[in-house]
């Protein structure tokens, strides 16, 4: 199995910035996409941005010019860079890794979720 575990998450005035950082481990083989979602209350959980192994990245028009998706393959890590938060923006952020991983004789493909990260920006 893989395990996801996020960090980064707080309370912040609007204009100001986060990092989020999601770390995969366990027998990981490779990782294709990873991204970031969030949930506020009452809404949908929607895709923020997601990041392919090739680097191309796509973001929610609501991000764009704001947030900025990067990744260590060497780390099995995603980082999500947000600037110029505003209130709109918070919600739980959740990251969401695919890929494959070592499943005993064989190789398995895997998709997995963090367990959410709180991001609040304060007016």
């Known amino acids: 199995q893989v395990q996801l575990v996020e960090s980064g998450g707080g309370l912040v005035q609007a204009g100001g910035s986060l990092r989020l950082s999601c770390a995969a481990s366990?027998?990981?083989?490779?990782?294709?996409?990873m991204g970031w979602y969030r949930q506020a209350p009452g809404k949908q959980r929607e895709l923020v941005a997601g990041?392919?192994?090739?680097?191309?990245?796509n973001y929610a028009d609501s991000v764009k010019g704001r947030f900025t998706i990067s990744r260590d393959n060497a780390k099995n890590t995603v980082y999500l860079q947000m600037n110029s938060l505003n209130p709109e923006d918070t919600a739980v952020y959740y990251c969401?890794?695919?890929?494959?991983?070592?499943?005993?004789?064989?190789?398995?493909?895997?998709?997995?979720w963090g367990r959410g990260t709180q991001v609040t920006v304060s007016s």
């Open positions: 366990g027998n990981i083989v490779s990782i294709n996409d």
């Open positions: 969401n890794v695919g890929g494959t991983y070592n499943n005993g004789p064989y190789f398995s493909s895997f998709g997995s």
């Open positions: 990041i392919i192994s090739s680097g191309t990245t």
